[in-house]
C-alpha cells in the first residue's frame, strides 16, 4: 500500500471516529434535552393537579355550605312551625282566663317537675 493511500485510510479512520464521537455526543445531548422536557412536562402536570385539586375542594366546599345553610333554613323553619302550633294548641285548650300562652307553658312546665318530684 503507497503512502498516499495509507494517509486516505487514516484519514478516513479518524473521520469514522469523529462521527462517532459526534453521534455519541448528540445522543447525549439528546437524552439531556428529553430529561428536561420530562422535567417541564412533571412540573406542568403536577401544576395542573393542583389547580384540579383547589378547583374541586372550592366546589366541595361550595357544596356543603349550601346543604348546611338548606338544613339551617329547613330546621329554623320546623321549629319556628312547631312553636306557633304549641303556642295556639296551649293557647286554645291549656291557659287558664287572663293568662298569657307564656305564663300557661310556665306553669305547665312547674306542674310537670311537681309531678315528677312526687313520684
Do not use: H, P
Not at 12 to 27: D, I, K, S, V, Y
Not at 41 to 50: F, H, I, L, M, N
Not at 73 to 90: H, L, M, Q, R, S
Not at 92 to 105: D, H, I, R, S
Amino acid at each position: 500500500m503507497s503512502e498516499q493511500q495509507k494517509k486516505k485510510l487514516e484519514n478516513a479512520m479518524n473521520l469514522q471516529a469523529e462521527a462517532q464521537a459526534a453521534e455519541a455526543c448528540g445522543r447525549q445531548l439528546a437524552m439531556e434535552k428529553a430529561g428536561e422536557i420530562a422535567r417541564e412536562v412533571a412540573d406542568g402536570t403536577r401544576k395542573v393537579y393542583q389547580s384540579i385539586e383547589k378547583g374541586v375542594a372550592g366546589s366541595y366546599k361550595t357544596i356543603e355550605n349550601g346543604v348546611v345553610s338548606g338544613y339551617k333554613a329547613i330546621e329554623n323553619g320546623v321549629v319556628e312551625g312547631f312553636n306557633k302550633i304549641t303556642d295556639k294548641f296551649v293557647g286554645a285548650l291549656l291557659t287558664k282566663e287572663g293568662e298569657t300562652v307564656e305564663q300557661a307553658k310556665e306553669r305547665l312546665v312547674a306542674e310537670q317537675k311537681a309531678r315528677e318530684q312526687g313520684k
